[in-house]
């Protein structure tokens, strides 16, 4: 007997117009952590602000709003349309038996109007309110603490030098529930304790633990783990954390400060200081002094997650482990009694021991979620390294300058680790093409220099 699918019903999300790449992603992984899987009505237009989504029940909608910073709102879509009069015909055909629970004598509601890339006079919102009377509203309009609040919501475009005199497309529906844009503010990098020169920005740090859908009771690790903002976004979602980094003073919190108007670290700026600011301490599990090039974890699959921001060589030098038989590039004093002596690390060195190791300790099913840097003039999808026991899952770019970019890359474990499987990057042709990245600072810093001779140049004139 076949089981019954329950049926779809359709929504409207309301999302940030910033990190347009990374918003599809974001909401495909919550809702496949929520169990459902995204389903899109229409075309979905990456630029704009409202998606029309297929969701099969009112809870998972409200799942993916609790997890969420790319969308503010969702609403259960009652009507749509290109212009007043076909929203008008849409509304009137959405069954009379879904709207009756929330338009009830007993009933208080309110609503609210959202135009995008347009501001509306008060009279002129009214009047756009007013002729929805044909709606069976039959309860008590209450501005301050309503029941139920409706919404209707106008998209002009995404040209602000274009605006058109009447609305593209107009909806109308019952909100639902908000995102968690407030996280954002609330967990700044300008108001917490301990800080660093790569410290990962709040909004991204929650976007890459919702793209490797970190859920409570997980164990989520960062290689690269520095001063552990990554880690905050995924405790703040239930999962236990832990770290490593290869340098002594920042898993330590000694040495100079990298916040302005101070010149050291004081004596409670670490990792676990940060994650007891937010009340998050109890997800701690530890950080530890260690290079990432060389096995410190027992075999087998250890994490559900594996969330980082590897070193490419703009503000923090990549380091790993060196020895007096190896051409010693430097060696840091970081304490009184701590001497660490390091070699180079190149890029694709890096990024493909990241991989090999995702693919041995993470469990199958769990995701690696990290920054790979991209000199753009030379940018091809073939230069991303895979390995056969991971699957890309998104692929989405920020910009860094006119020439270069670091795209945040998620893959999935898909296949069990086999010890055939450790070096199996060196057999194919994905491997070569990414070692020309090895020069990306230099590369970086070239545009640099270029632009500021430019407008040296320009000032001139």
């Given at each position: 007997?076949?089981?019954?699918?329950?049926?779809?019903?359709?929504?409207?999300?309301?999302?940030a117009?910033?990190?347009?790449?990374?918003?599809?992603?974001?909401?495909?992984?919550?809702?496949?952590?929520?169990?459902?899987?995204?389903?899109?009505e229409?075309?979905?237009?990456?630029?704009?602000?409202?998606?029309?989504?297929?969701?099969?029940?009112?809870?998972?909608?409200?799942?993916?709003?609790?997890?969420?910073?790319?969308?503010?709102?969702?609403?259960?879509?009652?009507?749509?349309?290109?212009?007043?009069?076909?929203?008008?015909?849409?509304?009137?055909?959405?069954?009379?038996?879904?709207?009756?629970p929330?338009?009830?004598?007993?009933?208080?509601?309110?609503v609210?109007?959202?135009?995008?890339?347009?501001?509306?006079?008060?009279?002129?919102?009214?009047?756009?309110?007013?002729?929805?009377?044909?709606?069976?509203?039959?309860?008590?309009v209450?501005?301050k603490?309503?029941?139920?609040?409706?919404?209707?919501?106008?998209?002009?475009?995404?040209?602000?030098?274009?605006?058109?005199?009447?609305?593209?497309?107009?909806?109308?529906?019952?909100?639902i529930?908000?995102?968690?844009?407030?996280?954002?503010?609330?967990?700044?990098?300008?108001?917490?304790?301990?800080?660093?020169?790569?410290?990962?920005?709040?909004?991204?740090?929650?976007?890459?633990?919702?793209?490797?859908?970190?859920?409570?009771?997980?164990?989520?690790?960062?290689?690269?783990?520095?001063?552990?903002?990554?880690l905050?976004?995924?405790?703040?979602?239930?999962?236990?954390?832990?770290?490593?980094?290869?340098?002594?003073?920042?898993?330590?919190?000694?040495?100079?400060?990298?916040?302005?108007?101070?010149?050291?670290?004081?004596?409670?700026?670490?990792?676990?200081?940060?994650?007891?600011?937010?009340?998050l301490?109890?997800y701690?599990?530890?950080?530890?002094?260690?290079?990432?090039?060389?096995p410190?974890?027992?075999?087998?699959?250890?994490?559900?997650?594996?969330?980082?921001?590897?070193?490419?060589?703009?503000?923090?030098?990549?380091?790993?482990?060196?020895?007096?038989?190896?051409?010693?590039?430097s060696?840091?004093r970081?304490?009184?009694?701590?001497?660490?002596?390091?070699?180079?690390?190149?890029?694709?060195?890096i990024?493909?021991?990241?991989?090999?190791?995702?693919?041995?300790?993470?469990?199958?099913?769990?995701?690696?979620v990290?920054?790979?840097?991209?000199?753009?003039?030379?940018?091809?999808e073939?230069?991303?390294?895979?390995?056969?026991?991971?699957?890309?899952?998104?692929?989405?770019?920020?910009?860094?300058?006119?020439?270069?970019?670091?795209?945040?890359?998620?893959?999935e474990k898909v296949?069990?680790?086999?010890?055939?499987?450790?070096?199996?990057?060196?057999?194919?042709?994905?491997?070569?093409?990414?070692?020309?990245?090895?020069?990306?600072?230099?590369?970086?810093?070239?545009?640099?220099?270029?632009?500021?001779?430019?407008?040296?140049?320009?000032?001139?004139?």
């Amino acid at each position: 007997m076949a089981l019954a699918v329950p049926a779809l019903r359709r929504y409207l999300l309301l999302l940030a117009q910033e990190h347009l790449e990374f918003r599809l992603p974001e909401v495909t992984s919550l809702l496949s952590l929520c169990g459902g899987q995204f389903c899109g009505e229409q075309e979905i237009r990456v630029n704009s602000p409202f998606w029309i989504l297929n969701i099969p029940s009112e809870e998972m909608a409200r799942g993916l709003m609790k997890r969420t910073v790319c969308a503010k709102s969702i609403f259960e879509l009652w009507g749509h349309g290109r212009s007043a009069g076909e929203l008008y015909a849409s509304l009137k055909n959405y069954p009379t038996d879904k709207m009756l629970p929330y338009l009830q004598s007993d009933s208080t509601y309110k609503v609210h109007i959202h135009t995008f890339n347009k501001t509306l006079t008060q009279a002129q919102k009214i009047k756009k309110i007013d002729a929805l009377e044909f709606l069976p509203f039959k309860g008590k309009v209450n501005l301050k603490n309503p029941e139920h609040i409706f919404w209707i919501l106008e998209d002009y475009g995404t040209n602000p030098n274009d605006v058109p005199e009447e609305p593209i497309h107009l909806y109308f529906g019952r909100w639902i529930a908000d995102g968690q844009r407030e996280l954002i503010e609330s967990y700044s990098v300008k108001k917490r304790h301990f800080i660093g020169n790569t410290s990962m920005d709040a909004c991204l740090s929650f976007i890459m633990a919702n793209h490797g859908r970190v859920k409570p009771n997980d164990i989520v690790y960062d290689p690269f783990v520095g001063t552990g903002g990554l880690l905050i976004s995924s405790a703040h979602f239930g999962a236990y954390v832990c770290g490593t980094d290869i340098d002594y003073n920042t898993i330590h919190g000694l040495g100079k400060a990298s916040r302005k108007n101070q010149k050291w670290r004081g004596p409670d700026e670490n990792i676990r200081a940060n994650l007891r600011q937010y009340g998050l301490e109890k997800y701690y599990l530890d950080a530890l002094v260690a290079d990432s090039s060389r096995p410190v974890w027992r075999k087998g699959m250890l994490f559900d997650a594996i969330i980082t921001d590897p070193p490419y060589g703009i503000r923090e030098a990549p380091r790993r482990m060196g020895s007096q038989k190896e051409t010693v590039k430097s060696v840091e004093r970081s304490t009184e009694n701590h001497f660490f002596v390091s070699s180079n690390y190149h890029l694709s060195d890096i990024f493909f021991d990241l991989l090999k190791f995702g693919a041995e300790h993470l469990v199958m099913g769990g995701r690696l979620v990290y920054w790979l840097p991209i000199y753009r003039p030379e940018y091809t999808e073939e230069i991303i390294p895979r390995h056969p026991c991971l699957k890309l899952i998104s692929n989405c770019e920020q910009m860094l300058s006119s020439h270069t970019s670091r795209r945040l890359i998620t893959m999935e474990k898909v296949k069990e680790f086999k010890d055939q499987d450790e070096n199996s990057y060196l057999l194919d042709g994905q491997y070569m093409p990414y070692r020309g990245h090895n020069s990306f600072r230099e590369k970086y810093f070239s545009g640099v220099t270029k632009r500021i001779a430019k407008e040296e140049k320009d000032n001139q004139k």
